[in-house]
């Protein structure tokens, strides 16, 4: 497919492909995030901090669409970045492996819900976004055929870890661990401002 790129894909994932195919419980990865403790009777803003994120934390709010000042990021918001971040990247790792360059990528990602559920107006109406929708804007460096753009972008669908997440659903389990409050430790990094 295409022209020539760096390889830099091949060269961090054969050893990877490797391991993984000699020992599957390698290949085991987790993610995750938690709250900062933001109790200060402000119900419409609050922070995460990703795992694996050494920064500040991320600073949220909530949808005016259901009574919040939309002033920050919203957890919707952050669902559609997760996206975007996950397919642009996929979709330049895909290329990259392909050798494949690509002059210019851009990822959009929009979402669709009718907040009539969480607000628990209609029982008819499913709590959640009731459709996403991906527009990938690409330029290749050089002539690439378009059935070639056509195959990248599908083999990327198809190794989008969250969009294969979000289109087959996953099993959430949530558990609730009541405590003492006196033994609740401030938030690492202070509390959002």
């Given at each position: 497919?295409?022209?020539?790129?760096?390889?830099?894909?091949?060269?961090?994932?054969?050893?990877?492909r490797?391991?993984?195919?000699?020992?599957?419980?390698?290949?085991?990865i987790?993610?995750?995030?938690?709250?900062?403790?933001?109790?200060?009777?402000?119900?419409?803003?609050?922070?995460?901090?990703?795992?694996?994120?050494?920064?500040?934390?991320?600073?949220?709010?909530?949808?005016?669409?259901?009574?919040?000042?939309?002033d920050?990021?919203?957890?919707?918001?952050?669902?559609?970045?997760?996206?975007?971040?996950c397919l642009?990247?996929?979709?330049?790792?895909?290329?990259?492996?392909?050798?494949?360059?690509?002059?210019?990528?851009?990822?959009?990602?929009?979402?669709e819900?009718?907040?009539?559920?969480?607000?628990?107006?209609?029982?008819?109406?499913?709590?959640?976004?009731?459709?996403?929708?991906?527009?990938?804007?690409?330029?290749?460096?050089?002539?690439?055929?378009?059935?070639?753009?056509?195959?990248?972008?599908?083999?990327?669908?198809?190794?989008?870890?969250?969009?294969?997440?979000?289109?087959?659903?996953?099993?959430?389990?949530?558990?609730?661990?009541?405590?003492?409050?006196?033994?609740?430790?401030?938030?690492?990094?202070?509390?959002?401002?």
């Amino acid at each position: 497919m295409g022209t020539t790129t760096t390889g830099l894909v091949k060269q961090r994932q054969a050893p990877l492909r490797n391991l993984y195919a000699k020992l599957p419980a390698e290949a085991r990865i987790f993610d995750g995030a938690r709250t900062a403790n933001a109790c200060a009777g402000d119900p419409f803003h609050g922070a995460v901090v990703p795992n694996h994120w050494s920064g500040k934390p991320l600073r949220f709010g909530i949808h005016r669409a259901v009574g919040g000042d939309h002033d920050l990021p919203n957890p919707g918001d952050l669902l559609c970045t997760a996206l975007a971040a996950c397919l642009d990247a996929t979709i330049r790792m895909i290329a990259d492996h392909f050798g494949v360059q690509l002059a210019s990528l851009q990822v959009r990602v929009a979402a669709e819900c009718d907040v009539r559920g969480c607000l628990m107006l209609d029982p008819a109406v499913p709590v959640g976004f009731q459709r996403l929708h991906c527009n990938v804007r690409l330029a290749p460096d050089g002539d690439v055929d378009r059935d070639d753009l056509h195959g990248l972008l599908a083999a990327a669908e198809k190794c989008c870890v969250v969009m294969q997440t979000l289109r087959g659903g996953v099993t959430v389990l949530t558990e609730i661990e009541a405590i003492d409050a006196s033994a609740i430790l401030p938030a690492e990094s202070g509390p959002p401002a």
